[in-house]
């Protein structure tokens, strides 16, 4: 004698590749009830909150000469192209401040910023870096603000026609240009070349350590904004009460 089916249950068929007849089960009848309503919407689910990246990296970094670019009239080694990087997306992209041109152009070299859609890192002629520390991310207007004050190095060398060559030269008590002597030129008895490594230590990086710290009170946080020395900083994991660095980043 066969079992009776239960009136709350149905037959399906479910088809196995290899089996030559089907193979019957019984599962419970969904009952006839509507699907549950949507969520409400609500600030901490909808829309998604973005993940803030809360720190920009601010580096001092240098890369290789190419061949024969170097300056025989500067002594610095090993010899580098300097710049300062501020890293502003985790996906590795920033910006790069340096200065470009020859320290024998009539207008100097020139303050000039290149944008950066990947690591630093990523540059093939990319030698090192040294990380100078972190910046909240809605000081960097400012910061910008402030390199703009600074002072390119001016033009350093002119062409001397008694030795058809570019040299570096001095100017006397009456305005006029003087060259040196080839034997202080051979043994380097002038004023060192004032270049991009000199411009992004002396230049950059001092308008980066006078950036004052800014304090806000965000509910029972108290909020600093401003740039934050390596040998300071301790990110923190998760932001509690007490003293932090809040922003969030930007292209």
């Not at 479910?14 to 409400?40: A, D, K, N």
């Not at 944008?115 to 809605?138: D, M, R």
């Not at 570019?166 to 002038?190: H, I, K």
Request: with cysteine; net charge negative; hydrophobic share 30%.
């Amino acid at each position: 004698m066969t079992s009776q089916i239960p009136l709350d249950t149905e037959t399906r068929t479910t088809f196995y590749t290899g089996r030559r007849t089907p193979i019957q089960t019984e599962v419970p009848l969904r009952p006839e009830t509507p699907p549950p309503p949507p969520p409400l919407d609500s600030p901490t689910t909808y829309p998604k909150p973005r993940a803030p990246y809360p720190s920009w990296k601010i580096s001092h970094v240098w890369f290789h000469l190419p061949p024969g670019a170097q300056d025989f009239h500067d002594n610095s080694w090993p010899p580098y192209r300097h710049g300062l990087w501020i890293e502003h997306g985790p996906a590795g992209r920033g910006h790069l401040h340096h200065v470009v041109g020859n320290s024998s152009d009539r207008e100097g070299l020139i303050y000039a910023v290149k944008h950066f859609k990947h690591p630093i890192t990523n540059e093939p002629t990319y030698a090192g870096e040294t990380v100078i520390g972190y910046l909240s991310p809605e000081r960097y207007p400012d910061l910008k603000q402030a390199f703009l004050t600074c002072q390119p190095p001016l033009q350093q060398k002119k062409y001397n026609r008694r030795t058809d060559v570019t040299e570096p030269f001095g100017v006397d008590e009456d305005g006029q240009t003087v060259f040196y002597s080839q034997y202080r030129l051979e043994n380097f008895m002038f004023p060192p070349l004032k270049l991009d490594r000199y411009f992004v230590r002396l230049q950059l990086l001092e308008k980066v350590r006078e950036m004052k710290l800014s304090r806000c009170q965000a509910g029972d946080y108290v909020v600093l904004s401003g740039f934050f020395p390596a040998e300071e900083w301790d990110e923190p994991e998760e932001l509690g009460v007490g003293l932090g660095s809040a922003g969030e980043g930007g292209g």
